[in-house]
T-cell receptor
Framework: EAQVTQNPRYLITVTGKKLTVTCSQN?????MSWYRQDPGLGLRQIYY???????DKGDVPEGYKVSRKEKRNFPLILESPSPNQTSLYFC???????????FGQGTRLTVV | SQQGEEDPQALSIQEGENATMNCSYK?????LQWYRQNSGRGLVHLIL?????REKHSGRLRVTLDTSKKSSSLLITASRAADTASYFC???????????????FGQGTILTVHP
């Protein structure tokens, strides 16, 4: 089944403790991206990757890192999480930019 | 930044009625997409309409696009309780521009369909 898989689905962590949210797609898509969704602010793009080893900042990249060492994976790294990064995170992939995007089920992160 | 504005922000209707949601945007587009999100869950792609198309249908969904007015609308006909969700218009940054690769969401319309 074609899908985008995020892990974990739920995570509660403490301020400053490094964490990684994984994202994997099985559709051989070139494009992958990360978003956060917050009440009243909607969905905002954090980082995106047009292809392997190519990443670019979205609208809210501060406090996040990404890497794209292989086509199928696009992990989101929070080196030192803070409470303002408490949010619902989505990963998405598409064949390339300007095409239909497929979203993962989301990761609900709480930083205390 | 949010460059898609949707209205209404919330819409409450009875089963069987039609629901219309509107989306406006500020810059030129290659295509515009509509997605549905059920209560904090993943987003599901509904329909993509290209800039050279004026109308597109998919089942009970009808999307229109007016590039001169920079607006689009999503019509759901004969709505069902299962259509209750948030609906977003989404656009890609233009190829060749500095925002190419960026995906921008509207604020969304919360649709509630009462049985």
């Amino acid at each position: 089944e074609a899908q985008v898989t995020q892990n974990p689905r739920y995570l509660i962590t403490v301020t400053g403790k490094k964490l990684t949210v994984t994202c994997s797609q099985n559709m051989n898509h070139e494009y992958m991206s990360w978003y956060r969704q917050d009440p009243g602010l909607g969905l905002r793009q954090i980082y995106y990757s047009m292809n392997v080893e190519v990443t670019d900042k979205g609208d809210v990249p501060e406090g996040y890192k990404v890497s794209r060492k292989e086509k199928r994976n696009f992990p989101l790294i929070l080196e030192s999480p803070s409470p303002n990064q408490t949010s619902l995170y989505f990963c998405a992939s598409s064949f390339q930019a300007n095409t239909e995007a497929f979203f993962g089920q989301g990761t609900r992160l709480t930083v205390v | 930044s949010q460059q898609g504005e949707e209205d209404p922000q919330a819409l409450s209707i009875q089963e069987g009625e039609n629901a219309t949601m509107n989306c406006s945007y500020k810059t030129s587009i290659n295509n515009l997409q509509w997605y549905r999100q059920n209560s904090g869950r993943g987003l599901v792609h509904l329909i993509l309409i290209r800039s050279n198309e004026r109308e597109k249908h998919s089942g009970r969904l009808r999307v229109t696009l007016d590039t001169s007015k920079k607006s689009s609308s999503l019509l759901i006909t004969a709505s069902r309780a299962a259509d209750t969700a948030s609906y977003f218009c989404v656009r890609w940054g233009n190829a060749g521009g500095t925002s190419y690769g960026k995906l921008t969401f509207g604020q969304g319309t919360i649709l509630t369909v009462h049985p």
